[in-house]
């Protein structure tokens, strides 16, 4: 029985690995770290055991993207991530197999489905995102991709399965921070709409609620759909949409939200008459919501707007009539820091706010700083020149020669009123004396 040790460097220590053949298989799995040399040959006939008796793994050389899709999702389980739509998505129809493959149920070749995690190179890496970028993809959908296909082979690495991540440096398109919002107008023209066909104007009639919801209280398309007649509370301020926990630990979402008249009407008119169900019943899988979406906004000649868009409307139109920024945080449910300003782009209200706010300051802080100032010019008199240093010229010199200097023929001047003084008393004293 002929078998080889190995060792080799690593950030955890020497590993010691194994190579051995059986029954035409080769076998490369890893002993362990810093191990003695009887700890290591104890380790290798065990496991040589184990190979021989069929109760070992598929060895790491022969490892696939696949063999470790069950330890990642343990680690989802164990991250309390609920919702496993968007990544398994992902991974069936993009990183594992192509769509194309995926739809004629090819094998594919050119995915990393079946590729061998010890065979990935960066060049693999940098392929898959030129593919998906001529495929149409944008890159904020091949970034996400990118995020997932990374944990993956983040928990290889962390389970031992694959030494290092060699995808890990790999340059990915820069994606743009979305700032499209819905205007009164594009929305006018889907309330509009007209359908002949009496189930499609049904189907209008609750896209138009959905609307009236999205921008009265800013939730995610999948949520709004998931709302029950349960959901919504009475108190003694109002209604209140009191929602389950987020499905995802990044996107989080607020434990309640308060409801305005607009956003109660869209949920059901009379709430004592609601009974228990979802509100919104025609549409039972999201990517069916947003081909009608799509539709919709093709139909009535609207260009661009994403239903998600509709969330950024409703920040957006917080800010604009002066909420502040915590308020808008907690209605958008946001947990990282600095993500409620991606979705306030601001306007002309806006931006007389801000300038009704620096202006306020001025006056409320006349000497702030140091830098306030008053204008002369405004009342007919020379304006006082102010340098780039936001001082007053001629009040401060900057080169440190030249002040070297000035304090130099100060002093100088000092010594010389001095010794004058000296000299001045030293004579009044000789003349007192005579």
Not at 240 to 249: D, E, I, K, T
């Amino acid at each position: 029985m002929a078998y080889t040790i190995t060792k080799r460097r690593t950030t955890k220590g020497i590993a010691f690995d194994l190579y051995f053949r059986w029954k035409g298989q080769r076998y490369r799995p890893l002993l362990g770290y810093d191990l003695s040399p009887d700890q290591a040959q104890q380790c290798a006939i065990e496991l040589i055991h184990r190979i021989q008796t069929q109760e070992v793994e598929k060895p790491r050389s022969l490892l696939t993207l696949r063999d470790v899709l069950p330890l990642y999702w343990q680690a989802f389980e164990v991250k309390k991530r609920i919702d496993r739509t968007r990544p398994k998505g992902i991974l069936e129809n993009h990183i594992l197999s192509c769509h194309a493959c995926v739809r004629n149920d090819f094998p594919c070749s050119h995915r990393f489905g079946h590729q061998p995690l010890a065979s990935l190179k960066p060049e693999d890496g940098l392929r898959y995102v030129k593919a998906r970028l001529d495929e149409g993809a944008t890159a904020g959908t091949v970034r996400r991709e990118w995020q997932v296909l990374n944990r993956i082979l983040n928990v290889a690495v962390r389970y031992e399965k694959l030494d290092r991540n060699p995808l890990k440096h790999v340059e990915l398109p820069d994606a743009e921070k979305r700032t499209r919002i819905a205007e009164p107008e594009e929305l006018a023209l889907i309330s509009k709409m007209r359908e002949n066909d009496p189930t499609k104007l049904e189907c209008r009639q609750e896209l138009w609620r959905i609307i009236q919801v999205a921008v009265s209280v800013g939730l995610r398309e999948g949520k709004i759909l998931e709302i029950e007649r349960s959901w919504v509370k009475k108190r003694e301020d109002g209604y209140w949409l009191c929602l389950p926990p987020a499905a995802s630990r990044i996107k989080g979402t607020p434990k309640e939200v308060p409801l305005n008249r607009t956003a109660l009407l869209a949920l059901g008119a009379e709430i004592p008459s609601l009974a228990d169900g979802r509100v919104f019943r025609h549409w039972t899988h999201q990517r069916a919501f947003k081909e009608y979406w799509s539709e919709t906004c093709r139909r009535v000649g609207i260009h661009d707007l994403h239903f998600h868009d509709l969330r950024h409307t409703f920040a957006t139109r917080l800010q604009r009539i002066g909420v502040d920024y915590e308020v808008r945080q907690a209605l958008l449910g946001h947990r990282m820091p600095g993500m409620t300003a991606n979705y306030s782009h601001g306007g002309p209200e806006w931006d007389r706010k801000l300038r009704s706010a620096v202006e306020g300051l001025e006056k409320a802080y006349p000497l702030s700083y140091g830098l306030s100032y008053e204008t002369k010019a405004a009342v007919g008199q020379t304006a006082e020149v102010i340098d780039l240093n936001g001082e007053s010229a001629g009040i401060r010199t900057q080169d440190p020669r030249l002040k070297r200097a000035m304090l130099y023929r100060l002093s100088y001047r000092l010594s010389n009123t001095r010794r004058a003084t000296t000299i001045s008393l030293d004579s009044w004293r000789e003349g007192s004396y005579h």
